[in-house]
């Protein structure tokens, strides 16, 4: 395991046999797993699922992966960063023990597959509380109304850092993923949606109103408030406010 990759391999077996039980895999199943690492995840999780695909970033472990695991199991050194999921064959659930350096960028890429049923990973628990987090609260943030417009999520445990070697500095947490069927309000352009959100939580101090009037010339509701007072669904209503202002003021110059 090499630290630059900023993998902490789980070794307590029972942390390890309740996130497959979390998972509720059954026979069908096509697992992505990433950061296999020594494979103690990866074995059990073969013995349930129809076909495991492992990504592995680290060289160091791809032999010895190869060696121990069996046919169902699809071991592919690569940044999972940098795969296209829909070249993979299609998975339906995951089950991760994530590197932390890589948690965001790739909850935002899973949250954008269409195709699983569900997650369970394990994060570092701050990060996991921020997934969760309400509004008013310092850990609310952009990935907080991200994952509540795209999923059910819950933290099932927490891992204490002795779970893991080398041990982190932080404790880490289990967390179940659930995509939403269709997201919990309407958002007339989803791609402004998220870069409105991108950028109040960019300026958390300031008022929303003047940061809005400066980007996008549109007077808002709420204007008074702090993005960390607003609810997913408030900012949701911000988004359809713009987006329809937008397309008026277009209307007008064509």
Aim: proline letters at 6%; glycine letters at 4%.
């Amino acid at each position: 395991m090499r630290r630059r990759f900023g993998q902490h391999l789980l070794i307590d077996e029972n942390v390890v046999n309740r996130e497959i039980k979390y998972a509720e895999i059954s026979s069908d199943d096509v697992i992505l797993e990433v950061g296999p690492g020594k494979g103690i995840l990866t074995k059990l999780l073969a013995e349930k699922a129809k076909k495991v695909i492992a990504v592995e970033i680290d060289k160091d472990f791809i032999e010895y992966l190869n060696d121990i695991l069996p046919e169902n199991v699809e071991v592919i050194h690569a940044d999972v960063l940098k795969i296209d999921f829909f070249k993979l064959t299609p998975f339906n659930k995951v089950v991760a023990n994530l590197p932390f350096k890589i948690s965001s960028p790739f909850t935002f890429k899973l949250l954008n597959y269409p195709f699983f049923s569900k997650a369970v990973m394990i994060y570092q628990k701050e990060f996991a509380e921020r997934m969760v987090a309400e509004p008013h609260s310092k850990k609310y943030s952009r990935l907080t109304v991200a994952v509540y417009y795209k999923s059910y999520c819950r933290i099932l445990e927490t891992v204490p850092k002795s779970a893991f070697r080398p041990m982190p500095k932080v404790d880490a947490a289990i967390v179940e993923v659930t995509p939403r069927k269709k997201p919990p309000f309407p958002v007339l352009n989803e791609k402004l949606f998220f870069s409105l959100t991108n950028l109040l939580f960019s300026q958390r101090r300031k008022h929303i109103g003047g940061v809005i009037m400066k980007k996008y010339g549109v007077h808002v509701p709420f204007s008074d408030k702090r993005v960390e007072e607003l609810t997913p669904e408030e900012i949701g209503e911000i988004s359809n406010v713009i987006a329809e202002a937008l397309q008026s003021r277009e209307k007008l110059f064509n």
